[in-house]
């Protein structure tokens, strides 16, 4: 029996519980980013399937480990100190 598990991998997502309610070009709405996660269910294992965030996904796999370590963390940084 051949089994496969859909892992999809989000950027960010606006919801009314995160730290980003409004949705925008590369932040989609929640009802957005269900829509298109169930057009990819089937085609493979492993998918980025809201296309602006498959673009940031590319570009940041093009960059070093730390470069993309430091950029993730000062994001994270000023989304949390605009939530406080």
């Known amino acids: 029996m051949l089994c496969y598990t859909l892992d999809q991998a989000p950027l960010y997502v606006a919801t009314k519980l995160a730290s980003i309610r409004k949705s925008s070009f590369f932040c989609p709405s929640l009802g957005g980013y269900a829509r ?22 590319k570009v940041i796999s093009e960059l070093p480990t ?17 939530v406080k």
Not at 36 to 57: F, L, Q
Not at 68 to 73: E, S, T
Request: net charge positive; glycine share 6%; aromatic share 16%.
């Open 36 to 57: 298109s996660g169930i057009r990819w269910i089937g085609y493979e294992p492993v998918c980025t399937h809201y296309w602006p965030h498959s673009v940031i996904w």
């Open 66 to 82: 730390s470069v993309f370590d430091l950029v993730r963390m000062k994001l994270c940084l000023a989304i949390r100190e605009r």
